[in-house]
């Protein structure tokens, strides 16, 4: 009932008044026995709530008390005394208060935990023990002892602890306990090793039998792994299917590959579980730390992550030590992923020209357009360094994009009849937009169609797709030709030659360079050149350096040639000039250009 209830209490501990003042009526019906008013709320508390006298004899009890101390169930009639009720821990904390409080020596109660046991199972009890001393001349001495039981809360924190610090599938250690573990072990001195594997084939596991099979083979995995070695310790997951151990001792390296190679023999052996065997195979990389090397464990664990990336790749035992030079590498890398997306944005690619020329009379009739990276930090950064990064990474989109729209606009700087070739990856057409991206490229420069040439690997025709087919066509359709580059490398089929419509073919490097000692080398080219002849379509040779490969070349009918005898990459104001300078010497009958 409104009015009826005592002052409300405000955030910061003062009183507040109830919505309507109790009036004089309503606080004459409140009880005047507070003894009887504290007896209530004592037995009602939801603790265990004990008021006792100085000798220990119970003045009251809440009714909870027995459940939470457990104590008292085999008792005729009510608890008597603190003892009745009360663990032998907690009486005795009990006395010794109550003592120290009669002598003086100490004027404040006790609160802490205990553990004790009831009906077989262990209980955390929260308790405070506090004295009293009452006003007046007996001055009469009690006490106070609250327990709460915070058993599940306090199992909750530890679970949620150990799963901090460990992982929950497979109770292994998680990434940065096992730092922990490591950094503790150099900061101590000591030697260390660590151990990364990662299994093989698991993947196979999962599709094939089922992630609850999958699991159950991480968890056997964990369990192979802490029973592996008493030299080592862990173990800890690193990943879905990475694993590692440390040892924390110096151990040399012939030891840690015994140790490496009989954890391939225990892992690869089969799993049997619930009826189903499955095995997985596993590779191994390897670091180690000695004592007074400077290092620290994220270091350790990423040289080990790294010589597992060698054991990935190398066939053999798939058991690798890390490498130093190799880390060198691996780190450019990695150096080279992180600051390839920014790289457009601080205008750090240009494009070189490298000539292509008609064979008959060596003039330049069109020209490749050659990405090139340079970093303020890094230097100069190849093709091959970051374009399969970029692949792999979706960047190659916007290179690519970025590339058709400068080449394009380059080539409207040279003469009208200069054709340039551009490079497309298959992630461009599998991913991109790559006719929408030509023909802005196109629009935007206001290049003829005709003057773009695609070039494009077998790759791309490996599984080839109704989108690919229709991207093909809609290129073609503008007036683009499309040559297919670096021919005779990779999966070559004389089926695509037909089904696509290709304008151009060209020879990879490798054959020209051999042309004049391998007659292997003047069978293929001569043997592509016989094919594009029935197939209606010219042919190119890239790489060509000496004269003696550029006569031969010419001898067989080969049409255009490209390579340093010819010219190097270059600047397309250096090729504007260049080709300003082949138009002033085409006056003279037979004569090629001017190499660059």
């Known amino acids: 009932m409104r009015g009826t209830l005592p002052d409300r209490v405000t955030e910061d501990g003062g009183p507040a008044p109830c919505a309507e003042p109790p009036s004089r009526s309503t606080l004459a019906s409140w009880p005047t026995d507070t003894t009887g008013i504290l007896k209530q709320i004592t037995a009602d508390s939801h603790e265990a709530v004990l008021i006792a006298d100085a000798d220990g004899r119970l003045i009251e009890v809440s009714r909870k008390a027995p459940e939470i101390f457990g104590t008292g169930t085999g008792m005729t009639g009510a608890p008597r005394h603190i003892r009745d009720l009360l663990p032998e821990t907690l009486e005795q904390a009990a006395h010794t208060v109550l003592d120290a409080f009669r002598t003086g020596i100490e004027a404040i109660g006790r609160s802490g935990e205990c553990r004790i046991e009831v009906a077989g199972e262990n209980r955390i009890l929260d308790y405070t023990i506090t004295p009293s001393r009452l006003a007046g001349p007996d001055g009469a001495v009690f006490i106070c002892i609250t327990a709460r039981d915070v058993t599940v809360k306090r199992r909750q924190a530890h679970r949620l602890e150990f799963l901090s610090r460990h992982d929950e599938l497979t109770g292994a250690l998680r990434r940065h306990a096992l730092l ?72 040399s390296r012939d030891a840690l590959d015994a140790a490496a190679a009989t954890l391939t023999r225990i892992i690869n052996a089969p799993f049997r579980l619930s009826g189903i065997s499955a095995r997985v195979g596993v590779h191994i990389g390897i670091s180690s730390h000695r004592p007074g090397e ?191 580059d670096d021919f005779g490398t990779g999966y070559a089929s004389f089926g695509y030659l037909k089904r696509f419509p290709l304008s151009k073919i060209k020879v990879d490097q490798m054959f020209v360079r051999t042309l004049t000692t391998d007659r292997a080398s003047q069978a293929v080219i001569q043997s592509v050149k016989v094919l594009t002849d029935g197939l209606g379509l010219s042919l190119i040779c890239e790489g060509i350096e000496t004269e003696e490969q550029r006569l031969f070349l010419r001898l067989i009918g080969c049409q255009e040639g490209q390579g340093y005898l010819f010219g190097k990459p270059q600047r397309t104001a250096e090729l504007a000039a260049y080709l300003r300078e082949q138009a002033r010497l085409r006056v003279s009958a037979g004569l090629y250009s001017v190499r660059a």
Not at 207 to 219: I, N
Not at 232 to 251: E, H, K, Q, S, V
Not at 473 to 481: D, E, F, Y
């Open 180 to 251: 922990d573990a490591i950094d503790h072990q150099i900061g101590n001195g000591r030697g260390c090793a660590v151990l990364v594997l990662n299994l093989h084939r698991f993947k196979t596991i999962n599709l094939t039998l089922g992630r609850p099979v999958g699991d159950m083979v991480l968890k056997a995995v964990a369990e192979r792994l802490a029973d592996f070695d008493p030299r080592f310790a862990g173990p800890a997951r690193l990943g879905a299917d990475t694993f590692a151990l440390y040892a924390p001792a110096t151990l």
């Open 294 to 484: 400077a290092t620290c464990a994220e270091r350790l664990l990423d040289e080990a992550e790294m010589a597992l990336d060698e054991a990935r790749k190398t066939a053999g035992t798939g058991i690798a030590h890390f490498d130093p030079a190799q880390s060198a590498r691996q780190s450019r890398a990695r150096a080279i992923e992180r600051e390839l997306w920014k790289a457009l944005d601080r205008s750090e690619f240009s494009l070189a020209y490298q000539p292509q020329v008609r064979l008959s009379d060596g003039c330049i009739i069109g020209a490749e357009a050659l990405v090139r990276w340079t970093h303020s930090d890094l230097g100069r950064i190849g093709p091959s360094d970051f374009v399969e990064v970029a692949e792999a990474t979706g960047f190659v989109e916007d290179l690519g994009r970025w590339v058709l729209n400068a080449a394009c606009h380059d080539a409207m700087s040279w003469a009208t009849d200069i054709t340039v070739a551009v490079n497309v990856s298959p992630v461009q057409f599998a991913r991109g937009h790559i006719v929408a991206d030509v023909r802005a490229a196109l629009d935007r420069s206001g290049l003829p169609a005709e003057r773009l040439t695609l070039e494009i690997t077998e790759s791309a025709f490996l599984q080839p797709s109704h989108a690919l087919m229709d991207s093909l066509a809609a290129l073609r359709a503008l007036g683009v030709s499309l040559a297919l």
